[in-house]
């Protein structure tokens, strides 16, 4: 196991602790004070009110999929940097890997239905439902995840782990808990909850854009596979974050430029 890896686990119970002392401090928070999470929102999600959920009667920063996925995705980050103990660099076995692709596809099909509806306005398969877009947003969120971690691992690492990042099921099962523990929640909704739920899509998105952008930093400055060391990856992690604020902020300044929202 490598010096990076066996800091990265030194460190592994940080992230969660932060997400969940962010969570706890947004329920006392006013409303108005977690609008930045909104333009978070603005810059991935369309947000349209009918294909969103509304909590203590303001609407979540991101539609019903993209909470689902999200959020799905940034708890199974967290859980899989936690449970991990080799960063495992090859796709889950068989016939774990199919219910992923499963989920993918299961995906892009509600996804695909609903946008028929919304372009047309006449039902194709089924009418949309938002409680159906959160689950296979979750369940997306699960697949994202998995390709988001072995993608890290085989960038970063030098000699990364040729194991499967889920090999039984007893690996398997628990990760579906993730999705169901979000959905749940999200379903149920109490006013409380408005600040936490907001708090976890939107860190959701800026943790998922930070790592695409980081890794693509690692690449741009030739550092893949060399990473002996994590201050090797500050100034990939500063330039990856520094990316994700600029792109949020275009991203909002084009749709009001377009669209005025």
């Known amino acids: ?10 460190w592994r119970w940080l992230p969660p602790l932060l997400l969940l002392a962010a969570a ?3 329920i006392g928070l006013p409303a108005d004070w977690l609008r930045p999470l909104d333009l978070v929102g603005n810059a991935v999600c369309h947000r349209i009110a009918e294909r969103s959920f509304f909590v203590a009667g303001r609407q979540l920063p991101l539609c019903a999929r993209d909470t689902g996925m999200f959020s799905t995705a940034l708890l199974g980050l967290l859980y899989f940097g936690l449970r991990l103990r080799q960063p495992a660099a090859d796709p889950p076995r068989p016939p774990f890997i199919f219910f992923f692709i499963a989920f993918f596809l299961i995906w892009a099909f509600d996804g695909f239905n609903s946008y028929w509806v919304l372009l047309t306005n006449q039902t194709l398969f089924y009418p949309p439902q938002n409680w159906l ?6 369940g997306m969120g699960l697949t994202l995840c998995l390709f988001a971690i072995l993608l890290a691992n085989q960038v970063l690492w030098p000699a990364p782990a040729r194991i499967p990042l889920v ?10 808990l993730i999705p169901a523990g979000v959905i749940a929640l999200v379903l149920w909704r109490p006013d409380p909850l408005y600040g936490p739920l907001a708090v976890l899509s939107g860190a959701g998105v800026l943790v998922m854009l930070t790592l695409a952008n980081s890794l693509l930093m690692v690449i741009a400055l030739r550092r893949q596979g060399q990473v002996g060391h994590l201050n090797q990856l500050s100034l990939p992690m500063l330039l990856g974050m520094g ?6 902020a275009t991203l909002n300044l084009l749709r009001a430029a377009l669209i005025g929202l």
């Open 1 to 10: 196991m490598s010096f990076a890896h066996r800091q990265t686990r030194s």
């Open 167 to 176: 090999a039984s099921w007893r690996e398997f099962l628990p990760l579906l």
């Open 24 to 26: 706890i401090i947004s």
């Open 243 to 248: 990316l994700t604020v600029v792109e949020i």
């Open 133 to 138: 877009r959160l689950t296979t947003g979750a």
